[in-house]
């Protein structure tokens, strides 16, 4: 059973869709690969409170680590990326390249690149933390500019949105 509640944060509204009560979704408005809303089910601000006052903590500077139970839907590969996109830092980027080498496969930074973009659990599971190689901004399915605000953010830079 999904159930989903919304809530704003300082880079939108955010979308928190849940499956059996367990975190499986969070998307931004007008993110790319955004899932059709009649999928989130059936709204439920009572629930995904764990989820919230994480996000809350996250976005005062006071949660550097998210704890919250998650489940993923996706290939092997998929979830191999975005379980991997958990161990980068708070406050610091890899590339996709080295995220590509970090899976033992150094050949598949493209791929690993897809993947990151079909991350369901953004901000979360840190897509924004992955650069190009030349250290530049490249994609990000809720926009560059919220990935730029998301990584000054992170370093304690004063970004607008």
Known sequence: MRTHTVMDSPVGRLTLVATDGVLS??????????????LFGTRDDTKSMAVKEQLEAYFAGTLREFTVPM??????FQRRV??????????????????????????AARAVGLANGRNPIGIIVPCHRVVGSTGSLTGYGGGLPRKRYLLDFEMGIPSLL
């Open 82 to 107: 975005w379980t991997e996109l958990r161990t980068i830092p708070y406050g610091e980027t890899t590339t996709y390249g080295e995220l590509a080498e970090r899976l033992g496969r150094p050949t």
């Open 71 to 76: 489940t993923f839907t996706g290939t092997v």
């Open 25 to 38: 979704g969070l998307y931004m408005d007008e993110q790319r690969h955004r899932p059709m809303a009649d």
